[in-house]
C-alpha cells in the first residue's frame, strides 16, 4: 500500500475539517506511490465556481498605440466594459483614452516615457506639472492606479538614464504626495527578464550585480511606498531559445513532466510560475521580500514571419487561455501560493506600425473591427470559463459537452503520470483518489489519471480541445464511474 508523508496526512485531515475550503495539490507518483510535493494554496469553493464569469482585478491588458487603424477610445472602453479585464495598461498618458475610461471603474496605469526621465529626475516642477497634467486633471472620474517611470531602463545600455531613474520616481511620488494622492496612486518602473543574470532553477534567481547598488535604491523607494516590482516575463521567448516540444508543452501550460528545482526541489509545471518565482528569489536574496510583483506583459503572438518558431493561433489562444485560466484558479506561484499575481496580457489590439519581427505586429486578442481573433473567454457573456486547452493540434473529437474524458488505450504510465500532475495542480479536487477516497482503489496511475482528467474536463469547458492532453484522451458515452466512485458527466 502507498505511503503518506506526515505533511500530507496533515493536509488530508485539514481538507476533511474544513469542507469549504479546496486545496489545489500537486502530487508525484512513482510507481503507483503518491508523494505529497506541493500545496499551491486554498481556493473557497463559491470563488473557484464563478471564476470565468466574473471580473478579475488580477487581469489587465496593455494597450499600445504605435498603429494607425485603432478604434476610438470610446469604443475600446465600451469593449473593455463587456469583459473581465478590470485594468489597462497604457505606454504613456493618451488623454482621449484616459478620458474614455473615466466612470468605467477600470484601472489605469500610466506611463511616463524613457525621454522624460531626464527632465522629471533634474526638475520637481516638471515632475509637478507632469502629474498635474496626466493624473489630477482626470482623477479620481479616471481610476489611475499606478505610474511607471521608463520602461526596461535597467536592461538597457545607458547608465546616465539608469542614474537618472530613481530620481525621477522620487519626484513623481512627492508631486503626487502634494496632491494628497500618495497613498492612492504608486509609482514603478517596468524590467524585463534581462535584469536577472540568474534565473535557472528559480530559486536561483538574482539580479545583475554590475547595477545592484542602482537596483537596492529603486527597491528601497519601492518598499517604502508600497508600490509593485512590474517584470516582462515571456515564454514565447524561453521557448524560440529552445524549440523543443517538451519545452512548448511546459510554455503553454500543457501536460507535461515538469522541471524541478534543484535548489528547493519544487516542480514547476509552467514556464510562467518559474520566471516570477526567478524574480521573487531575486528579491528575497536582496532582501526585500514586502516587495510585490507585477507581471507589466506577457503574451504570445499568433502570427510571425516564416523563420520565427512558435507564433500560431493555436500557441497563443492556448497560452493566453491557459494563463487566464490559471490566474483564476487562484493557485499562485510554488514561492506566492493561494493568490494570483496582477498579469497585464500584452496586448489589447495588434500595432501595425511597430517595428521588427512580423510576430511584433501580431499579439493583439482583439482586432480593429472590435471582434476576437480568437477567444480566451474574457467576454462576461461567455458561457464557458477560460480553461487549460490542450494541444496545439486538437483531435479530431467530437465537440458535444457530453460524456466522459478518459484516456485512450496504450498511453505510458509515463505520459499518465504527466496528466495526472497537470490535471490536479489545475484547482481540480482531487481529494476522492487520495488514500481514503472512494476512488482510490484501484491504486494505479491509469485509474487516477482518469479520474482526474475526466474532472478536469468536466469543470473546464467541456470542448474537444479539454478533453485531448496532447492526443492521450478521448471522449466516450460510457460512463466509466464504478462501485462507489463517481465519474462527474452526462
Not at 208 to 231: V, Y
Not at 418 to 429: K, V
Request: charged share 15%; proline share 8%; glycine share 8%.
Amino acid at each position: 500500500m502507498p505511503t503518506l508523508s506526515h505533511a500530507s496526512i496533515v493536509f488530508f485531515f485539514f481538507s476533511l475539517l474544513f469542507p469549504s475550503l479546496r486545496f489545489a495539490i500537486g502530487f508525484q507518483w512513482s510507481g503507483g506511490t503518491r508523494v505529497h510535493e506541493w500545496v499551491f494554496g486554498y481556493i473557497m469553493g463559491e470563488k473557484l465556481e464563478q471564476r470565468g464569469q466574473d471580473s478579475q482585478s488580477f487581469i489587465g491588458i496593455n494597450y499600445g498605440q504605435v498603429a494607425n487603424n485603432l478604434p476610438p477610445p470610446e469604443a475600446t472602453a465600451k469593449l473593455l466594459k463587456s469583459t473581465s479585464i478590470e485594468k489597462v495598461r497604457l505606454y504613456g498618458a493618451d488623454p482621449g483614452i484616459i478620458k474614455a475610461l473615466a466612470n468605467t471603474g477600470i484601472g489605469i496605469v500610466i506611463g511616463a516615457a524613457n525621454g522624460d526621465i531626464p527632465a522629471l529626475a533634474s526638475d520637481p516642477n516638471f515632475a509637478a506639472q507632469w502629474v498635474n497634467s496626466n493624473v489630477i486633471a482626470y482623477y479620481p472620474a479616471s481610476k489611475i492606479i499606478l505610474i511607471t517611470v521608463g520602461n526596461e531602463v535597467m536592461s538597457s545600455t545607458d547608465q546616465n538614464l539608469m542614474s537618472q531613474l530613481l530620481p525621477a520616481m522620487q519626484n513623481v511620488q512627492n508631486a503626487l504626495n502634494a496632491a494628497s494622492l500618495g497613498g492612492k496612486i504608486k509609482v514603478s518602473t517596468v524590467h524585463s527578464m534581462a535584469v536577472l543574470t540568474q534565473s535557472d532553477p528559480p530559486s536561483s534567481g538574482a539580479f545583475n550585480p554590475a547595477t545592484s547598488d542602482t537596483m537596492r535604491g529603486l527597491l528601497e523607494f519601492q518598499r517604502n511606498t508600497g508600490s509593485p516590482f512590474a517584470i516582462n516575463p515571456y515564454p514565447f521567448f524561453a521557448y524560440q531559445s529552445d524549440p523543443r516540444p517538451e519545452t512548448l508543452a511546459f510554455c503553454l501550460f500543457q501536460p507535461n513532466s515538469g522541471r524541478v528545482d534543484s535548489g528547493n526541489n519544487i516542480k514547476y509545471t509552467n514556464m510562467f510560475d518559474a520566471q516570477v518565482d526567478s524574480v521573487r528569489s531575486a528579491l528575497n536574496a536582496m532582501g526585500f521580500k514586502e516587495v510585490e510583483i507585477v507581471v507589466a506583459e506577457t503574451g504570445w503572438p499568433y502570427s510571425g514571419d516564416a523563420n520565427e518558431v512558435g507564433p500560431s493561433i493555436e500557441n497563443a489562444k492556448a497560452y493566453n487561455g491557459n494563463l487566464i485560466a490559471h490566474l483564476r484558479s487562484m493557485a499562485g506561484t510554488p514561492l506566492m501560493p493561494g493568490k494570483s499575481v496582477d498579469t497585464y496580457i500584452f496586448a489589447l489590439y495588434d500595432e501595425n506600425l511597430k517595428p521588427g519581427p512580423g510576430s511584433e505586429r501580431a499579439f493583439g486578442l482583439f482586432k480593429p473591427d472590435l471582434s476576437m481573433t480568437y477567444d480566451v473567454s474574457l467576454s462576461k457573456s461567455s458561457q464557458t470559463p477560460s480553461t487549460p486547452e490542450t494541444p496545439v493540434n486538437p483531435s479530431p473529437n467530437p465537440t458535444a459537452s457530453s460524456g466522459w474524458c478518459v484516456p485512450k488505450t496504450g498511453v505510458s504510465d509515463a505520459q499518465l503520470q504527466a496528466n495526472l500532475d497537470y490535471a490536479c495542480s489545475q484547482g481540480i479536487d482531487c481529494t476522492p483518489i487520495q488514500p481514503g477516497g472512494a476512488c482510490f482503489e484501484p491504486n494505479t496511475v491509469a485509474s487516477h489519471a482518469a479520474y482526474a482528467m475526466n474532472l478536469l474536463y468536466q469543470s473546464s469547458g467541456k470542448n474537444s480541445w479539454n478533453c485531448d492532453f496532447t492526443q492521450t484522451a478521448t471522449l466516450t458515452s460510457s460512463n466509466p464511474s464504478y462501485n462507489a466512485c463517481t465519474f462527474p458527466g452526462s
